[in-house]
């Protein structure tokens, strides 16, 4: 998803930023390896298997709703009808629902792990935010 397109004039509006949405999917990935390593050391096993689990359908549902959400927008640009691309950003939270109690049923997952470890995303929002704020601040970016 290069760039969304201005309804009225055709042009433009915004364009994305590829190498944001690559270090925010690398950071998930790094928080959730890093949560699990210490958990595995440190942690009762469902512990560690809570926050693997959570990690993973936080990737997932990353993954997903990038994809959806780029359907959808390209769905009413060009004016067709949602595609199953499209229907899977309601898809996901069932899957992920699905996911977490029948291993919390299973007795495989802690469950207050398994919510942290669908937080990844809020740690990469946070590494981001910060690394925004190093390049503004040092770097003095943005100040004319």
Known sequence: MKE?????TG???LEADDGL????????????AVAVSVATLFMPWRIATGLLLGG???????????????????????GKAVT?????????????????AGAYKLNVVSLPATILGLCSFVVALFAEALR?????IIHREGIN
């Not at 969304?4 to 009225?8: A, V």
């Open 56 to 78: 993973l359908l936080s990737l997932l549902n990353y993954r997903w709703m990038r994809t959806s959400i780029a359907a959808l927008l390209q769905a009413r640009v060009s």
């Open 21 to 32: 949405e690559a270090r925010i999917f690398r950071v998930m990935v790094v928080s959730v």
């Open 11 to 13: 042009g433009p509006i």
């Open 4 to 8: 969304i397109t201005n309804s009225l």
């Open 84 to 100: 199953a691309r499209g229907a899977r950003y309601i898809v996901r939270y069932f899957v992920v629902a699905v996911a977490v």
């Open 132 to 136: 925004q704020f190093y390049f503004i």
